[in-house]
C-alpha cells in the first residue's frame, strides 16, 4: 500500500495488520520499485493494493515506460480513496490492470479511512453509522436534503471523546440511497463522492468540475491519464485542458477538434487544448491537482 506522512494511510495499515494481512508500505515510490514489487523483489506476490486512484492512472502511463506490462500485475484488487475520482477512471484502472477497483471514504478531520466504503454491490458506499451520523444538506442554505436529493454530505462524529466533532460539512457531493443494498447490510448508503463543491472553474458564468471534464477526455482512448485544467484568455474567458497524449497512439486528424467540440456541445466556453507529449506534464506530488493557475 502507498503509505507517506498522511494520516489515512497509518491507520489503514493498522487495521489491515489487523485482519492480518501482509502490508508492503512502499510510500512515495517511483515507478520502477513499485515494478520490482509487483514482480516479487521483496519475497511475496501482492494481490491487493491501496492507494490514490490518480496514482494507479499513472502507473498505467508510466510502467509501460519502462517494459513493464500493468496488464500483467498480479493485482486483483485495489481499494482507493483520499479523492474524488470517476467511473471513467475506474474503467481504466479495471482495464488497465485486470484487477476490480474499489471506492473507500475516510476523512481526516474525522479519523481518516473507515468512514464507509463499497461492498461487493458497488452501489454506493456503506456508512458505518455505529461511528458516524450522516446528514445531506442543501450546500447553500444548510437546510435537509431529502433522501436521494444530492448536496453536502454532513457528518457528525459519534466516537470521539477528545475533539468531537458535530455536524462536520465536509465539502464533498453526494446523496443518501434510500433503498437497501443487495448485499444485505444495513447501514445507509450514500452515493459516491466523484466531486468536491469548492473545486470548480468558474469561466463567463459557467461552473466547470473536473470530474465532468474527466469523464470526456477519458472517452477518448488515444488520450493518457494525466491533464489538468487552467483559466486562459485576455478576459479569463477561455477554458485551457492540459492533457497527454497516450504512449504510442496517433491522434486522429480531427482528434483535437473533437475533443473540444465534445466539451463545447455541453458548456458554452472557449476551449483551447494542449496536447503533450507522454510523461510530459508536471506530476505534483500527493493528490491530483486538476485545477492550477498559470
Known amino acids: ?34 515494478a520490482d514489487i509487483l514482480r516479487g523483489a521483496l519475497g511475496v506476490i501482492p494481490t491487493a493494493i491501496v492507494s490514490l486512484p490518480t496514482h494507479m492512472l499513472r502507473l498505467l502511463d508510466s510502467l509501460p515506460q519502462i517494459g513493464y506490462d500493468p496488464a500483467q500485475s498480479p493485482l486483483r484488487i485495489g481499494s482507493f480513496g483520499a479523492e474524488a475520482w470517476t467511473e471513467a ?6 482495464e488497465g490492470f485486470g484487477m476490480r477497483a474499489v471506492d473507500s471514504y475516510g476523512i481526516g478531520e474525522l479519523c481518516g479511512p473507515g468512514v464507509g466504503a463499497e461492498c461487493e454491490y458497488r452501489d454506493g458506499l456503506h456508512i458505518w453509522e455505529d461511528a458516524f451520523f450522516p446528514e445531506i444538506v442543501d450546500p447553500q442554505t444548510g437546510e435537509l436534503a431529502p433522501d436521494g436529493v444530492p448536496g453536502e454530505l454532513v457528518l457528525t462524529n459519534l466516537f470521539r471523546e477528545v475533539f468531537p466533532l458535530l455536524r462536520y460539512r465536509t465539502g464533498d457531493a453526494a446523496a443518501i440511497i434510500p433503498e437497501p443494498c443487495s448485499c444485505g447490510r444495513a447501514h445507509r448508503r450514500i452515493t459516491r463522492i466523484s466531486r468536491r463543491l469548492d473545486n470548480v472553474l468558474i469561466i463567463t458564468g459557467v461552473n466547470l ?86
Open 89 to 94: 477512471a475506474r474503467a481504466r484502472i479495471e
Open 1 to 34: 500500500m502507498q503509505l507517506g506522512l498522511f494520516s489515512g494511510g497509518h491507520g489503514m495499515f493498522g487495521g489491515l495488520q489487523q485482519l492480518g494481512c501482509p502490508v508492503i508500505p512502499v510510500g512515495p515510490a517511483h515507478t520502477p520499485q513499485i
Open 209 to 294: 468540475d473536473p470530474a465532468d471534464i474527466e469523464n470526456i477526455l477519458y472517452s477518448f482512448p488515444w488520450l493518457a491519464n494525466e491533464f489538468y485544467l487552467e483559466v486562459g484568455g485576455s478576459h479569463h474567458d477561455e477554458l485551457i485542458i492540459h492533457v497527454e497524449r497516450k504512449d504510442g497512439a496517433t491522434p486522429p486528424a480531427d482528434g483535437e477538434a473533437a475533443i473540444a467540440n465534445t466539451i463545447r456541445r455541453a458548456y458554452p466556453v472557449r476551449v483551447a487544448l494542449r496536447l503533450h507529449e507522454p510523461g510530459q506534464l508536471e506530476r505534483l506530488p500527493g493528490k491530483a491537482q486538476r485545477i492550477r493557475s498559470k
